[in-house]
């Protein structure tokens, strides 16, 4: 039953790879979200789409491609994996897009790039 | 644009201590703020909320309350428990996306 799941929850891969973190929300919600924690436990926004559709696009390498087949799902496809995209990943939903909206965040997708 | 800032550093404390976090933001407006816990190994967990100025969010202990006069909402809990130790975020609504402080580790000692 939970609310917003991600999968993988570890991975480790080669620099040069592609790999695809899935995310799923069961919450109803219309808004989700990929946040990065960095070494340092900073959280940043990559995305956000609001009913499947794109809405924040922060600065990121355009290695970096969500895309949201329907408002409860949300996945990140990374090409040509650097050192440097070693991170978590959470994927997050709110019921809108709305500044005071609770975000509820998966558990996270330990990332790291060898 | 919106920012929040938090104390530098990690916090040690002994058990049944009495624990405060500073937050500041900036921002126009009036956003809503929030703070979440992330204990080690997890994802991010809601601790609590206030959405206009004034409002005290409460949750397990923990409280923090809304000053606009002051662009403040600190966290604070009377006395700490081991089970408390995990890393806490002050974060602001606003522009279709939370920004969050860079993060305090609270580590509690028996």
């Known amino acids: 039953d939970t609310a917003v799941s991600q999968t993988p929850k570890y991975l480790v891969t080669q620099m040069g790879n592609d790999k695809s973190i899935k995310c799923e929300q069961n919450l109803g919600h219309d808004t989700m979200y990929w946040y990065k924690q960095d070494s340092k436990k900073f959280l940043k926004i990559m995305f956000s789409?609001?009913?499947?559709?794109?809405?924040i696009n922060e600065t990121v390498p355009n290695r970096f491609s969500p895309k949201s087949p329907d408002k409860a799902h949300l996945n990140l496809h990374i090409n040509s994996l650097e050192l440097g995209d070693s991170a978590v990943y959470f994927c997050?939903?709110?019921?809108?897009?709305?500044?005071?909206?609770?975000?509820?965040f998966g558990e996270g997708s330990w990332l790291t790039v060898v | 644009g919106n920012s929040v800032t938090q104390m530098e550093g990690p916090v040690t404390l002994s058990e049944e201590a009495f624990l405060t976090i500073n937050c500041t933001y900036t921002a126009t407006g009036y956003p809503s703020l929030f703070w979440y816990v992330q204990y080690p190994g997890e994802g991010l967990q809601l601790l609590l909320k206030a959405t206009k100025a004034d409002d005290k969010g409460s949750n397990k202990g923990f409280e923090a309350t809304y000053r606009k006069e002051t662009t403040s909402f600190h966290l604070e809990k009377g006395s700490v428990q081991v089970s408390d130790s995990a890393v806490y975020f002050c974060a602001l609504g606003g522009n279709n996306r939370l920004a969050f402080g860079k993060g305090n580790q609270v580590v509690v000692i028996p």
């Open positions: 997050a939903s709110s019921l809108a897009s709305g500044q005071g909206n609770t975000i509820y």
């Open positions: 789409y609001n009913n499947k559709e794109l809405i």
